[in-house]
C-alpha cells in the first residue's frame, strides 16, 4: 500500500526555517516523480516544487518559493525533504507531498491532478 506521511510543520517567525519531512512506504521515492504542494483554506492547491526520479534528476520550483526552498530526497530511507528557509507570512498553509505513478514530471509538475498519492498534509504557520 502506497503512504505518505509529513512532518516537521509548526509555527515559525518571519524569516525562520523550517524542514519538512515526507516518509514513503509502499513504493520508492526515487523511482517516481515526487511533489510538494501547499494550499491555503479553499484556494487552489499550488505546486511549489518538484523532483523526477533519478533517471532523470531535474528539480523545479515555483517563482514563489525559487532561492528559499530546496526539494531533496534521502534515498537511503526513502524519505522527502523540503527545507524552507527565509519564511514569510504568505508561505503559511497546509503542505502536502505527493507521488505521480511515473518517474517523469514534465508539464504536469505543477499539477494536482497528475498526482496519484498524497499525505495527510502538515500546517505551516509564519507569524510576523
Known amino acids: 500500500e502506497v503512504q505518505l506521511v509529513e512532518s516537521g510543520g509548526g509555527s515559525v517567525q518571519y524569516g525562520g526555517s523550517l524542514r519538512l519531512s515526507c516518509a514513503a512506504s509502499g513504493f520508492i521515492v526515487s523511482h517516481r516523480c515526487m511533489g510538494w504542494f501547499r494550499q491555503v483554506s479553499e484556494h487552489e492547491r499550488e505546486g511549489i516544487a518538484s523532483?523526477?526520479?533519478?533517471?532523470?534528476?531535474?528539480?523545479e520550483y515555483a517563482d514563489s518559493v525559487k532561492g528559499r526552498f530546496t526539494i531533496s530526497r534521502d534515498n537511503a530511507n526513502n524519505i522527502l525533504f523540503l527545507q524552507m528557509n527565509s519564511l514569510k507570512p504568505d508561505d503559511s498553509a497546509a503542505y502536502y507531498c505527493?507521488?505521480?505513478?511515473?518517474?517523469?514530471?514534465?508539464?504536469?509538475?505543477?499539477?494536482?491532478?497528475?498526482?496519484?498519492?498524497w499525505g495527510q498534509g502538515t500546517q505551516v504557520t509564519v507569524v510576523s
Open positions: 505527493a507521488a505521480r505513478e511515473f518517474g517523469v514530471c514534465g508539464g504536469a509538475r505543477r499539477s494536482p491532478t497528475s498526482f496519484s498519492s
Open positions: 523532483f523526477d526520479s533519478d533517471s532523470f534528476d531535474t528539480i
